[in-house]
């Protein structure tokens, strides 16, 4: 059984993506159902609650036969026996941080395909906990319903990026007070595009979790 602590359970069309620090291997891990959906919204209910941020997570999962396409993370849920065990201390967050700039790849909010496939499977990176050196909240330019977080790297590259974490949503909706002082779990999709006839598909980055200090 892994023992993973949870650092992000967002919101996606199709259900919700959870990911997290193996706590044995020290790595990332994105569990995924075994056609690579989204998990369903109730099976992110464990010991009757809500899976949340810093909840150190039992679950049996196996390495797919194949790596997803840029998502080397991922791993197949082997069955629904998950257990919520204790909670992760705010203060071992830090160990997790990563400073690497620029974030998964790119210096913005996006990563072309090419860029990834010119890079072997064993450097593809699709999960980054962050802390950002500035950080502000906005509703997206396009669309006001969705909010974006913008912030800086260590390097000084600038990043707008969509928010799917529901929690952080609700209370910016609410207009609640955000701390300054937050960790973010920044996450690659898989490659996407409107109209593939017009635009190659892309990897976009999202904001998966604001976790206040």
């Not at 959906?37 to 099976?43: A, L, N």
């Not at 840029?70 to 941080?97: G, M, P, Y």
Request: glycine share 4%; with cysteine; net charge positive.
């Amino acid at each position: 059984m892994a023992r993973i602590a949870i650092l992000a359970n967002s919101k996606r069309p199709d259900g919700m993506c959870l990911a997290g620090i193996d706590l044995d291997t020290r790595q990332w891990v994105r569990p995924v159902t075994k056609t690579g959906d989204g998990i369903p919204t109730m099976r992110c209910i464990v010991n009757g609650k809500m899976l949340s941020i810093r909840d150190i997570l039992e679950c049996d999962l196996i390495q797919p036969r194949t790596i997803a396409e840029f998502q080397r993370e991922n791993q197949t849920i082997r069955n629904w026996d998950w257990q919520v065990k204790r909670r992760l201390k705010a203060s071992a967050l830090d160990q997790f941080v990563e400073d690497l700039s620029p974030i998964l790849h790119s210096p913005n909010d996006r990563v072309a395909t090419a860029v990834l496939e010119a890079k072997p499977p064993s450097e593809w990176k699709s999960l980054q906990l962050v802390r950002p050196k500035w950080l502000e909240f906005g509703r997206h330019y396009y669309d006001p319903h969705r909010w974006v977080a913008h912030f800086r790297d260590g390097d000084g590259n600038h990043y707008s990026l969509k928010i799917t974490d529901p929690i952080i949503t609700r209370r910016l909706e609410a207009r609640e007070k955000i701390g300054k002082k937050c960790l973010l779990t920044v996450s690659m999709t898989k490659p996407w595009t409107h109209n593939p006839k017009e635009k190659p598909p892309t990897c976009y980055k999202l904001v998966a979790a604001v976790i206040e200090l």
